[in-house]
C-alpha cells in the first residue's frame, strides 16, 4: 500500500473512519506516516493531533477505541478509508458518530420500507391500506400468505423466467418483513443471528 504523504505540506492525509460492520461514517481524522505505522502495530487507530500537536490514539482518555479491521487508499494516494470495531461511541460528546447519528445497521431501501410497514401497523385502525389489513387479519393470515409466496418462488426457481422469479421474490421478502413485525422483530434481529453464526 503506497500513501503520498508528502502530498500536502503537513504531511499530513485525511483518514475517514467507518464501521466495519454498519458501514457508519464515524469521524474524520488525519494521519501522517507515524500515525499510519503506530496504527498498524496495535491495531487501535492512532490520529496526528494537530490541536494538541502530538500522536493521539482514539480512546487514551475515555477507553471508547477504534479497533482497526481494514484499511484501504484512494485512487490519488492521499486518503484513507479506515474500517475499524468502535468500543463504545465515537464522538467526544457522547454520540455515536461526530455527525450525532446512531450507528446502527443501515439496509438502505429495506429499511425504509421496513419505516413504512412500521406506519402501517401503528396506525392499522385508520390505514386502509394492504399492510394495515394484513395486521388486521392477524398473525396466521400474515403466516398464510408467507407461506403462500414461498411456494410460489419455489414453483417459479423451476422455470425459466427470470421475470416472474424475481417478482415473486420480491412478494415474499416483503410479507417475510411484514411477519418479523407481527412477531415484534426487524432485520436487525435476523442479522444478529446470522452474525453470531459465523463466530
Known amino acids: 500500500m503506497t500513501i503520498n504523504f508528502n502530498k500536502y505540506e503537513n504531511g499530513l492525509v485525511p483518514a475517514i473512519i467507518q464501521d466495519y460492520s454498519t458501514r457508519a461514517v464515524l469521524m474524520l481524522g488525519y494521519m501522517n506516516q507515524e500515525a499510519f505505522n503506530k496504527t498498524q502495530e496495535t491495531k487501535r487507530v492512532t490520529f496526528f493531533s494537530r490541536s494538541k500537536n502530538r500522536l493521539w490514539t482514539k480512546g487514551e482518555s475515555s477507553g471508547n477505541f477504534l ?63 394492504y399492510v394495515a389489513s394484513l395486521f388486521k387479519g392477524g398473525i396466521n393470515k400474515i403466516a398464510q400468505k408467507v407461506g403462500e409466496e414461498a411456494i410460489e418462488v419455489v414453483i417459479e426457481a423451476k422455470d425459466e423466467n427470470d421475470s416472474l422469479f424475481l417478482n415473486e421474490s420480491a412478494d415474499l421478502l416483503f410479507h417475510y418483513l411484514i411477519l418479523l413485525q407481527a412477531k415484534g422483530f426487524r432485520l436487525k434481529d435476523v442479522e444478529t443471528i446470522l452474525k453470531a453464526r459465523q463466530k
Do not use: M
Request: charged share 30%; aromatic share 4%.
Open 67 to 129: 479497533e482497526l479491521q481494514d484499511i484501504q487508499v484512494d485512487c490519488d494516494q492521499d486518503a484513507l478509508l479506515i474500517s475499524v470495531k468502535p468500543e463504545g461511541p465515537t464522538c467526544h460528546t457522547g454520540s455515536d458518530t461526530c455527525w450525532n447519528e446512531n450507528n446502527v445497521s443501515n439496509f438502505g431501501f429495506l429499511s425504509e420500507l421496513e419505516r413504512v410497514i412500521t406506519d402501517r401497523k401503528t396506525n392499522q385502525e385508520e390505514d386502509t391500506s
